[in-house]
């Protein structure tokens, strides 16, 4: 498994909470070595796109229902629109690397911080190619109901990632910031993004347009709480 943390260079918050993230791993031992990735900063979203001749496809205002999806795409709270793009592209170039190689990919956001040691045989024993890790609370809309629908199946190792809404809104992990994807999921993350377009990472990583996403069932990252650095 390849493992890396999603930090913002030259962004003194962002790099402490990779740290941070980084000697977490470390202090629960954790028998994989997590590497810092370095963010698409907002002054090289257009760069990206280009090189992987993908579109930007989500309301910044208001509520638009995506027809060919039948979605209802919400706007997110942004301060810095080029930061919420910058995210998700950095999301998709770890997808794409995941596609083209033959292992998974832990990937985390400098937010999450790690509770527990992680049981890396979880990955080959599940059938999702897709697993959420992180506790719910502070991470995601709805955080209670998605937890208490997560601990009621405490007697199961993994599960698939609860309803917590209408079905025609997007819905999948508890936040992104930290999931294993698998070699086959990362590559139908890239043919939604052909699809669907770019939408925010964990908008597109949902449960309707991608069946084979599942939580554990206990929760090992949690997250810091630090200021969000797309939303204000």
Request: charged share 20%; hydrophobic share 40%; with cysteine.
């Amino acid at each position: 498994m390849i493992a890396s943390v999603i930090a913002i260079p030259n962004h003194p918050v962002s790099q402490k909470a990779a740290a941070l993230c980084i000697e977490s791993s470390e202090k629960v031992g954790n028998n994989f070595k997590l590497y810092q990735f370095e963010a698409i900063t907002p002054e090289r979203v257009d760069e990206a796109m280009k090189k992987f001749n993908i579109k930007w496809n989500y309301p910044w205002e208001g509520q638009v229902t995506d027809f060919a999806s039948g979605l209802k795409k919400s706007a997110y709270r942004t301060a810095n629109k080029l930061a919420r793009v910058a995210c998700a592209v950095s999301h998709y170039s770890l997808w794409n690397a995941c596609a083209h190689g033959d292992d998974p990919h832990l990937i985390m956001e400098h937010d999450a911080i790690f509770t527990s040691k992680f049981d890396t045989n979880i990955i080959e024993k599940t059938k999702f190619l897709i697993l959420g890790i992180n506790n719910p609370i502070g991470a995601t809309r709805k955080a209670r109901v998605f937890y208490d629908k997560v601990v009621e199946n405490k007697n199961r190792s993994v599960i698939s990632a609860p309803w917590i809404d209408d079905m025609n809104i997007p819905q999948g992990l508890a936040g992104n910031s930290a999931y294993i994807i698998k070699p086959e999921g990362a590559r139908k993350m890239l043919k939604l993004v052909d699809e669907f377009g770019l939408w925010p990472n964990d908008a597109l990583m949902c449960k309707q347009l991608i069946p084979q996403l599942g939580v554990t069932t206990k929760f090992y990252t949690t997250v810091q709480g630090t200021p969000s650095t797309t939303s204000d």
